[in-house]
């Protein structure tokens, strides 16, 4: 197909499972679309084993907004940082994740074995937004050590900090999860110190409702692999 000749391209391939075509695949829908690609990945371990005639909607929202439509009733469950001050859900922590330092693996900084806060006084750095989970975090981090950082960009998205850092923009402040997961090749993460921040990853239910016998095996298969990338 030429270059930008459809309008938008949609796509149902699980390209979790297929490594070696990943990003020229990636390259190829990129290259056809005029405006959009829609990409829906299947739960390939759902799709083997589960029920084929069930309906699951997946839903990517702040940690807040989590919370909120778990308490709503308009999902059953959620998969976010561990949230405060929510008396009416129920939360089943499930892994931690330190917060560490993000950065290309040709960066000085990449070498070392640990950085302390104060050491990032200079470095460019790119910040998560406020709605994330981790943003109050590394506010009391950088308020404990005094620092005055030089913040070059700002992102809503911990996923689009680390696409940023690869991108040779800057550094990040992120959990070791998140560069874990995106699997970036040219990525290094380096654990900060004084003070060492973590993040609790939790599974988000309303109390007292059980989860239906579907939500209950989408929630295992969650947990499992979760779990698995700790």
Same mark, same amino acid.
Request: proline content about 7%; some cysteine.
């Given at each position: 197909?030429?270059?930008?000749?459809?309008?938008?391209?949609?796509?149902?391939?699980?390209?979790?499972?297929?490594?070696?075509?990943?990003?020229?695949?990636?390259?190829?829908?990129?290259?056809?679309?005029?405006?959009?690609?829609?990409?829906?990945?299947?739960?390939?371990?759902?799709?083997?084993?589960?029920?084929?005639?069930?309906?699951?909607?997946?839903?990517?929202?702040?940690?807040?907004?989590?919370?909120?439509? %778990?308490?709503?009733?308009?999902?059953?469950? !959620? @998969?976010?940082? *561990? &949230?405060?001050?929510?008396?009416? #859900? +129920?939360?089943?922590?499930?892994?931690?994740?330190?917060?560490?330092?993000?950065?290309?693996?040709?960066?000085?900084?990449?070498?070392?074995?640990?950085?302390?806060?104060?050491?990032?006084?200079?470095?460019?750095?790119?910040?998560?937004?406020?709605?994330?989970?981790?943003?109050?975090?590394?506010?009391?981090?950088?308020?404990?050590?005094?620092?005055?950082?030089?913040?070059?960009?700002?992102?809503?998205?911990?996923?689009?900090? %680390?696409?940023?850092?690869?991108?040779?923009? !800057? @550094?990040?402040? *992120? &959990?070791?999860?998140?560069?874990? #997961? +995106?699997?970036?090749?040219?990525?290094?993460?380096?654990?900060?110190?004084?003070?060492?921040?973590?993040?609790?990853?939790?599974?988000?239910?309303?109390?007292?409702?059980?989860?239906?016998?579907?939500?209950?095996?989408?929630?295992?298969?969650?947990?499992?692999?979760?779990?698995?990338?700790?």
């Amino acid at each position: 197909l030429p270059d930008k000749s459809v309008d938008m391209v949609f796509t149902v391939l699980a390209l979790e499972q297929m490594d070696r075509i990943r990003e020229s695949a990636l390259r190829e829908l990129a290259r056809v679309a005029r405006r959009h690609v829609v990409m829906i990945e299947p739960f390939r371990e759902w799709n083997a084993d589960g029920p084929r005639r069930e309906f699951i909607r997946r839903y990517d929202y702040w940690s807040a907004a989590i919370a909120d439509l %778990v308490g709503s009733g308009d999902v059953e469950f !959620g @998969l976010s940082v *561990v &949230p405060t001050n929510r008396w009416d #859900l +129920h939360v089943e922590t499930i892994s931690e994740a330190p917060l560490t330092l993000a950065c290309p693996a040709n960066h000085p900084l990449s070498k070392r074995r640990s950085v302390s806060w104060s050491e990032l006084r200079s470095a460019p750095l790119i910040r998560v937004g406020a709605k994330t989970a981790i943003r109050p975090m590394i506010d009391d981090a950088v308020n404990a050590a005094r620092l005055d950082p030089n913040w070059q960009y700002e992102v809503q998205h911990v996923e689009t900090a %680390v696409y940023l850092v690869e991108a040779g923009l !800057g @550094l990040a402040i *992120v &959990p070791s999860i998140d560069v874990k #997961l +995106h699997h970036g090749k040219s990525l290094i993460t380096v654990p900060l110190r004084t003070p060492k921040v973590v993040c609790s990853y939790g599974l988000v239910t309303r109390r007292g409702m059980p989860l239906s016998p579907t939500a209950a095996l989408v929630r295992d298969l969650l947990v499992q692999e979760l779990k698995g990338q700790a």
